[in-house]
């Protein structure tokens, strides 16, 4: 049995488990969704801090930061 549709094919994107929660988050600088496996399916990505979130970050190839997103926890 296969699982749900992402809204849209994923490529070089990072994938992260939300700590103390079972989501995960699937994101690149353009867009992002959570699979809820307790629901098993995927639900839009909300930024912001409020409540529990969760940060990711992209690196520069020198190792700097080159940016960041946080994403509130489904």
Same mark, same amino acid.
Do not use: C, W
């Given at each position: ?21 079972? *989501? ?9 969704? !959570? ?6 399916? !995927? ?5 912001? *801090? ?7 970050? *992209?690196?520069? *190839? ?13």
């Amino acid at each position: 049995e296969s699982g749900p549709d992402m809204a849209i094919a994923r490529q070089k994107h990072v994938a992260a488990r939300a700590p103390r929660n079972e *989501s995960v988050l699937v994101a690149d600088s353009n867009s992002a969704e !959570f699979y809820v496996p307790q629901k098993n399916e !995927f639900v839009s990505a909300v930024e912001g *801090s409020e409540g529990s979130s969760i940060t990711i970050g *992209s690196l520069n *190839s020198d190792g700097s930061l080159k940016g960041s997103k946080t994403y509130r926890l489904p």
